[in-house]
């Protein structure tokens, strides 16, 4: 049982950088793997990158691949999206979600897999 809250987030240019963040409340952040999606206007929310409870496991969408980064740091109880080399695409709605389970990548990008979901920032990247 977590509860998920946001910041970062905002309107930058194209080829700049955002960090968002995930803050957990709760005594089992490190037994969540935690999962970054975005969604943007009249499309589905898309995965964009999980990490696991250890964060021995990492894996990106390959749209963002190269260009973000997921970290988290369980003593802090938090999780993070480091963006990088932003594109106007990348504008979106972004979440964050918990799941309690290690999986693979089948597992970590379909949205029914979280149980928690943070309350989204607005991630916007203009031309």
């Known amino acids: 049982q977590v509860q998920l809250v946001q910041s970062g987030g905002g309107l930058v240019q194209a080829g700049e950088s955002l960090r968002l963040s995930c803050a957990a409340s709760?005594?089992?952040?490190?037994?969540?793997?935690m999962g970054w999606f975005r969604q943007a206007p009249g499309k589905e929310r898309e995965f964009v990158a999980a990490?696991?409870?250890?964060?021995?496991?990492?894996y990106y969408s390959d749209v963002v691949k190269g260009r973000f980064a997921i970290s988290r740091d369980n003593a802090k109880n938090t999780v993070y999206l480091q963006m990088n080399s932003l594109k106007p695409e990348d504008t979106a709605v972004y979440y964050c979600?918990?799941?309690?389970?290690?999986?693979?990548?089948?597992?970590?990008?379909?949205?029914?897999?979280?149980?928690?979901w943070g309350q989204g920032t607005q991630v916007t990247v203009s031309s």
């Open positions: 709760g005594r089992t952040f490190s037994s969540y793997a």
């Open positions: 979600a918990a799941t309690n389970a290690d999986s693979g990548s089948y597992y970590y990008i379909r949205v029914s897999n979280y149980d928690y």
């Open positions: 990490i696991g409870r250890s964060a021995g496991y990492i």
